[in-house]
């Protein structure tokens, strides 16, 4: 699939008054509709750190597409749209008729016919997601829920808004750094365009040069690469682990799995190097002695479960503002107000 011949992410993604209706990927969002994604998931926790109710969505249909598999993803998306009182449908691919040969449009046509008002996407394509919202009707909000190596926004968000509550400064005084499989990773990607379009202006991409996607240099502003890991997490205020993503690896990246645990595992050693208050985050799922350390996993500096929970505010943030959108796009706005 060719991405250049889609729309721009920012004209398939906003409508005529810049509110999202679809949320496919962070590229060609603004700050400004960051930031209200970010307030809005906020305004979903209490003062006493709890997810709220709220009849947000009542009466409207929310459909879970899960092409690949997803633990954290899948669950916190039927959780959020249940806490904005939607209908939730999740459709179960292996046992849908997609084996009996029926083609991907066919079946997001039937199910738009089902009167689903939100499509949240996985899928093992990049690209996927783009592709839904050209195909099906307007009407439906699609939400990418991860595609291939290219985006994942929704997690991106919930790793800004965890950051932005864990760390209690603004984007601009922060240093991040990102360890381990860059060049598969699309969290990477997404997370990456968040915080430069947020501000950070130090973030350290961390990780041997096979790990590396090529053309790295041209990821733009704010960006510095170490193949040292000790060099890398120096005083960090946040350090975020990825998983070696081997369902999308080809060819040995690595020479093996302990080999990367000596070079680019994070343990207390590494960890100490950061600043005292470094928060640690990793998108799951993890493997514990691979890319991190069970006691770092599990202990006092990690944010690893809040991420889990803020995802289920941002979630309901990105349910919450892409139905705005569309009704706002039909004339219907003062259906919700968030
Ligand atoms: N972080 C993430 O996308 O996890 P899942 O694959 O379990 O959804």
Redesign the pocket.
Known sequence: MHLAALHTPSQIQLNQNNNLKHFLTIEGLSRATLTKILDTAQSFINDQNQLITTPLLEGRTVMNLFFE??????MTFEAAAKRLSANVLNIDIARSSTSKGETLRDTLWNLEAMAADVFVVRHSSSGAAHFIAETVSPNVAIINA?DGRHA?PT?AMLDMLTIRRETAKKFEDISVAIIGDIKHSR?ARSDIAALQTLGCRDIRVIAPNTLLPCGFSEYGEGIRLFNKMDQGVQDCDVIITLRIQNERIDSPALSSQAEFYKMYGLNKERLALAKPDCIVMH???MNRGVEIDSAIADGPQSAILHQVTNGIAVRMAVLALAMQGQLQEKGLLEAITI
């Open positions: 598999n997803s633990t954290r993803t899948r991860g994942h997690q969290v998108p799951g799922p």
